[in-house]
C-alpha cells in the first residue's frame, strides 16, 4: 500500500510503469485474485456506471418520497433543444445531465457504482463516460483510467 500520491508516483517512475499497472499489481497482491479477475470487475463496475447513466437520462425517474422527479431526463432534453443557450457548452452540460442521472438511479434505489461514496457517485461516471464520448477513449483505457483513480 502507498502512503501518499508521491510515494506511488516514485515508484510507477522508478518502474517506468503507468500508476494504473502499479495499483493493479497491488490489487493482486493485496486480494489474491488475478489480473483477469480483476479487471473483469472493473469492466463490470464501467458498465454499471453506463447503464445508470442511461436509465437517468433516457427516461424520468421518480421516487415515492418526491426527492427527484425526472430532473436530468429533463435537463437533458433541454440540452438537446437548446445546445446554443447554454453558457457551459456541450461537454459540461453532457456531464452534469449525466450526474444528475446517476444521482436520480441512485435515490430511486437502483443499482449505481458508489464512487467514492453514494452522495457524489454521479461524479466519476460523468465525467469519465463524457471525456470517453469525446475523446474517444477506449473501453481499456477507461479501465486503465478507473485503475489509476481507485
Given at each position: 500500500?502507498?502512503?501518499s500520491l508521491s510515494?506511488?508516483?516514485?515508484?510507477?517512475e522508478?518502474?517506468?510503469?503507468p500508476?494504473?499497472?502499479?495499483i493493479?499489481?497491488?490489487?493482486?497482491?493485496?486480494?489474491g485474485n488475478?489480473?483477469?479477475?480483476i479487471?473483469?470487475?472493473?469492466?463490470?463496475?464501467y458498465?454499471?456506471?453506463?447503464?445508470s447513466?442511461?436509465q437517468g437520462?433516457?427516461?424520468p425517474?421518480?421516487?415515492?418520497s418526491?426527492?427527484t422527479?425526472?430532473?436530468?431526463?429533463r435537463?437533458?432534453q433541454?440540452?438537446?433543444e437548446?445546445?446554443r443557450?447554454s453558457?457551459c457548452?456541450?461537454l459540461?452540460s453532457?456531464?452534469?445531465?449525466?450526474?444528475?442521472?446517476?444521482g436520480?438511479v441512485n435515490a430511486?434505489?437502483?443499482c449505481i457504482?458508489a464512487t467514492?461514496?453514494?452522495?457524489?457517485?454521479?461524479?466519476?461516471?460523468?465525467?469519465?463516460t463524457?471525456l470517453?464520448?469525446?475523446r474517444h477513449f477506449?473501453?481499456?483505457q477507461?479501465?486503465?483510467?478507473?485503475?489509476?483513480?481507485?
Amino acid at each position: 500500500m502507498f502512503s501518499s500520491l508521491s510515494e506511488l508516483e516514485s515508484v510507477a517512475e522508478k518502474r517506468k510503469l503507468p500508476i494504473s499497472e502499479i495499483i493493479l499489481e497491488n490489487e493482486i497482491e493485496q486480494s489474491g485474485n488475478t489480473r483477469e479477475t480483476i479487471i473483469f470487475e472493473m469492466q463490470r463496475r464501467y458498465a454499471v456506471m453506463r447503464r445508470s447513466i442511461q436509465q437517468g437520462i433516457n427516461k424520468p425517474i421518480h421516487t415515492l418520497s418526491g426527492m427527484t422527479k425526472g430532473n436530468a431526463f429533463r435537463f437533458n432534453q433541454w440540452r438537446n433543444e437548446h445546445l446554443r443557450e447554454s453558457i457551459c457548452g456541450d461537454l459540461l452540460s453532457r456531464a452534469v445531465a449525466r450526474a444528475l442521472a446517476v444521482g436520480e438511479v441512485n435515490a430511486s434505489m437502483g443499482c449505481i457504482v458508489a464512487t467514492p461514496t453514494a452522495g457524489s457517485a454521479g461524479i466519476l461516471p460523468a465525467v469519465m463516460t463524457t471525456l470517453q464520448d469525446a475523446r474517444h477513449f477506449s473501453d481499456d483505457q477507461m479501465i486503465s483510467a478507473l485503475l489509476t483513480v481507485s
